[in-house]
Structures are given as structure tokens and as C-alpha cells.
């Protein structure tokens, strides 16, 4: 099969998977070699790569059982769309409630009213649902990605800044702690400080915050790998930009870190499986340029046949299998004016959804049937695949190529915007040294900080920036991310959704 570069897909042979059927509530073997949880190819890969020398340093030594020792187990995050309109509406309701029993049906303006967040943020602020913490700038990578355009910053933060941040964020959560984001630079050139014992981590894990590491995956030899799975990691993203290695390579910026990777990718499987572990979730990042675009169906292959094609133990449909989203895929459209010449054109990217899109599901669907997923259970590729794109995941305010012409602008998140930001106020987003911004696209396109944590605390930072919210979006929110764009929509249609029920109430209308 070949794609329209000529490009050939790496089409899942069915007798690969001989063997390997996924039976749901009847796959109950987990004294079986958790070997058998993979295809064969892959499980070859995984038992010689358990041969190497670095493993067995790392079983000999003893890591493993002193690391499950002393493994927490990965808390859930809160739903932040949920955590958002409880606050809204907990502080705005009575209010708009009280316009409707007076008469008022201006439906836009009474949603205004319920979206409004109070000027007494910091006495009675909302539960965090996101922060964002860039450890560092500093990098491995060298020479660096083809694409990077960081702006560092002075690091000023200590490791007892970062603690503080860290339950500055739990402690202003009523219920489960807010998800917290951890990314660089590289930020495993931490070590131990980040996934040691007394580790940022382990401490957020703790506090009850559910944890994600963005890492390019250099450093993940065996024990890196033991340590992050056994700190309570709950997600990992792995950076991978094709299947191809000089593809990757050319990318990446150097030959040979494709197959450094892989490698990586090989350590944390076996990582979670000697430690009997469902966490970290692995996604990939995939920064999406002209040069590897085509590519994706590709990529997507040899991921899905380096999957678990089940879970041990797990009964249930093949939806609710723990690992059924493991190696999922983020596309990443490439950023920055810096590299408009690497962008996908308008009519690419309508070929990218109109075409190679459709070759990626077909992957996906011969994967489900070829171990042998029953037909009432098998997802469509969409379903499955719902966080990989930007233009798939959510609501655009235009056809394919009015989303294709504002891309091929560099202005991926503009259709998607909605009129309130309504998601903000509950985020934080932390450089180095220190400031403080509403989310990570802020971060990037750096307008006046909100404010710094060396200097007040999350809540005061927030509060100081409410009197400029009711502006957002703007022109710094073209690039929005795609899952802020997805809360702020679901927010949006969720408080309209409370006002027409009060309306309808106080006209006796059945609801």
C-alpha cells in the first residue's frame, strides 16, 4: 500500500497476530509471561532487549523490588470543564437566577453574567485543574530539533520553589489535585530530582496530582525508566516524529536518535511490565510538518504492533481496556514563524484530511481486526484517536479549508476559539524563573506575566489578571491548544445549556 508520495505503509500482516486474540471478560490469564500480551515480533524485541546488559545490571542489582517497594499508586485528575462550570455556577447562579425571575430573557447577556469570574478570586478561588511547570530550558538535544524555537529563560526556581508551587496547587483543589504538566527543555536532566524518593514526582503524587513528563527520551535507559514508572507517573509523552529513522533523524537533528527512541520506549514497557504496572500511559508527540506528514499512516502501524494487544486480567469491553489508548498519537502542527517553510500549505492539509487521514484509519481497522477484536466492540479510528488532531477533536467555525487556510497561516486553534476563556482562571503555566501565565500558549507567545511565584502565590497571580481577562481570547490565543480549545467549548455549551434549563423553569416548561 502506498500513500501519494509513493510512500509504502507498513500494512499489519494478519499472521503477525496469530494467536493473539482479545476475547474481553475471557482474557484472564495473568499468570501468564506478561510477554503474551504483545504480538510475537514485538515480544522478541522486548526479550532480547531484557538481555542487554543494562537490564540485567539493573534486575541484578536489585532495582526493580526496591523500587515496587515503595511504588504509590497514580491518582486521577479532576474533570476540569466539570471543576469549571460547579464554580461558575456556585458564584454567578442565584444572580442569573434572579434575572430570569424578573423577566429578563436575554439569553447572550445571562450567559455573560453566569461566565463571570469574581474580582475576589484569591478569598474564594476555583480548584486548579492544570498546571504547567517547565522545569528547564536547558536540553540533551545537540545540536537541537530542526523545529525548536524556544525562548529561554534565567532559571531561578529551586527545588523548593517548585514544592511550593506544587502544593500551592493541591491545596487549592477541594477534591483530587490538579494535573500537573511537567516538560523542559528536558527535564529528566533533573534526575532524581525529578523521580528520585523525595522527587517532584513523587511529591505531586502525594498531594493527590495526577503527573505527565514530556522527555525526548535520551535518558531513558533501564533504571531512569524503573524510577519514573515506580514514581507514580501517571502519563508520558515520548517524542517521535516518523517511522522513518532519517526522517526522524533529519528532524530530531542528529542521525541515530531514532533508534534512541526506540530504545527508550522498549525500557518503559518492560519497566511497567516487571513492575506490574497499567501507569505511565505513553502517548506520543509527533510534531507535524511537511516532511514527515505523509508519513503518519506509517508511524501509526508500527506503533500499533508495539501495543499490549490486552490487558491481563481485565474483563470488560475492549473500550475499557486500560492500555486500549496507550501509544496514541498527538499531532503537533509545527509552530512559530521561524518555521512557516516547514507548515503544511492549505491544499496540504486538505489532502493530509482528506487522504492520509483515511489511510491511518484504515491501519487502525485492519488492527482491530486482525486480533480479532468482535465486530460490535471495534472503535472507528476517530473514536480511538479523538486527542490526535487539532481539527478532528474540536468544533471549527468553518469548513476543511477555511481550517486549511488559517493552518497554512500558522493560526492552527483561530476557528475554534469561542467568545469566553473560560478555562483560564482554573490553569497555571510556570516558567523558570518564575512568571506565571495563564496556559501554555501564553507561555510561547509570552505577553505580560501575570505575575511571579517568587513573589506571590498561584491565586494572587490569577486574581491580578482578572481585570484583564474579559479580553481573551486575542491575538495570543491563535495557537490555543487543542485540549483548551475542547474545554472551553464544552464549558461554553454547558453554561448555555444551565440557562436555557432556568428559563424553561421559570416558564413552566417541561424540561
Not at 542487554?52 to 491518582?75: F, H, K, N, T, Y
Request: charged share 20%; glycine share 8%.
Amino acid at each position: 500500500m502506498r500513500n501519494a508520495c509513493g510512500a509504502r505503509h507498513l500494512r499489519l500482516p494478519l499472521t503477525a497476530y496469530a494467536g493473539r486474540r482479545y476475547t474481553g471478560a475471557n482474557m484472564q490469564t495473568p499468570h501468564q509471561a506478561w510477554l503474551d500480551c504483545y504480538l510475537p515480533q514485538h515480544a522478541d524485541k522486548l526479550r532480547a532487549r531484557l538481555q542487554s546488559p543494562e537490564w540485567r545490571r539493573a534486575i541484578d542489582g536489585g532495582l526493580v523490588q526496591r523500587v515496587a517497594g515503595a511504588m504509590p499508586q497514580p491518582p486521577f485528575g479532576p474533570s476540569p470543564d466539570a471543576v469549571v462550570c460547579s464554580y461558575l455556577v456556585s458564584r454567578n447562579g442565584d444572580r442569573v437566577r434572579t434575572r430570569i425571575a424578573s423577566g429578563d430573557r436575554d439569553h447572550e447577556s445571562l450567559v455573560a453574567e453566569l461566565a463571570k469570574w469574581s474580582r475576589d478570586y484569591e478569598r474564594h478561588p476555583c480548584s486548579l485543574t492544570f498546571v504547567g511547570l517547565c522545569l528547564t530550558f536547558a536540553c540533551n538535544a545537540v545540536p537541537r530539533c530542526l523545529y525548536c524555537n524556544q525562548r529561554p529563560t534565567p532559571e531561578l526556581l529551586t527545588d523548593a520553589d517548585w514544592r511550593a508551587v506544587i502544593e500551592q496547587a493541591a491545596g487549592q483543589s477541594a477534591a483530587t489535585g490538579p494535573y500537573i504538566y511537567m516538560t523542559g527543555g528536558e527535564p529528566l536532566l533533573l534526575g532524581e530530582r525529578l523521580y528520585g524518593s523525595n522527587g517532584l514526582i513523587r511529591h505531586a503524587t502525594r498531594l493527590g496530582c495526577p503527573v505527565n513528563i514530556n522527555t525526548n527520551g535520551f535518558l531513558l535507559g533501564p533504571e531512569v525508566a524503573l524510577q519514573l514508572v515506580g514514581s507514580g507517573l501517571a502519563k508520558l509523552h515520548l517524542s517521535l516524529d516518523s517511522a522513518h529513522a532519517a526522517v526522524h533523524d533529519a528532524l530530531a537533528g542528529q542521525e541515530g536518535r531514532f533508534h534512541v527512541v526506540m530504545r527508550a520506549l522498549l525500557n518503559l514497557q518492560i519497566a511497567r511490565e516487571l513492575l506490574g504496572a497499567q501507569q505511565p500511559i505513553i502517548h506520543i508527540n509527533c510534531v507535524l510538518t511537511r516532511q514527515n506528514a505523509w508519513q503518519f499512516p506509517r508511524m501509526l502501524a508500527m506503533l500499533l504492533r508495539m501495543k499490549r494487544t490486552h490487558t491481563p486480567g481485565h474483563e470488560g469491553p475492549y473500550r475499557s481496556d486500560p492500555h486500549l489508548r496507550d501509544l496514541g498519537v498527538h499531532l503537533i502542527p509545527v509552530g512559530g514563524a521561524s518555521n512557516a517553510d516547514r507548515r503544511l500549505t492549505a491544499d496540504e492539509v486538505v489532502r493530509f484530511y482528506e487522504h492520509t487521514w483515511q489511510e491511518a484509519a484504515a491501519e487502525w481497522d485492519a488492527y482491530q481486526e486482525a486480533i480479532a477484536v468482535p465486530v460490535e466492540q471495534r472503535l472507528p479510528f476517530d473514536d480511538w484517536a479523538f486527542f490526535t488532531s487539532a481539527y478532528k477533536r474540536v468544533r471549527h467555525g468553518g469548513d476543511l479549508q477555511e481550517y486549511a487556510a488559517a493552518c497554512a497561516e500558522g493560526q492552527y486553534g483561530r476557528l475554534a476559539l469561542v467568545g469566553r476563556c473560560h478555562i483560564s482562571p482554573s490553569q497555571a503555566f510556570v516558567l523558570p524563573d518564575g512568571s506565571q501565565y495563564w496556559c501554555g500558549a501564553h507561555s510561547v507567545a509570552r505577553p505580560e506575566a501575570l505575575g511571579n511565584v517568587r513573589a506571590a502565590p498561584l491565586a494572587r497571580n490569577i486574581a491580578a489578571g482578572l481585570s484583564g481577562h474579559g479580553a481573551l481570547p486575542n491575538q495570543r490565543c491563535l495557537n490555543c491548544a487543542t485540549a483548551t480549545l475542547y474545554l472551553n467549548q464544552s464549558i461554553e455549551a454547558t453554561l448555555r445549556e444551565q440557562v436555557d434549563r432556568w428559563v424553561a423553569d421559570a416558564d413552566g416548561a417541561p424540561n
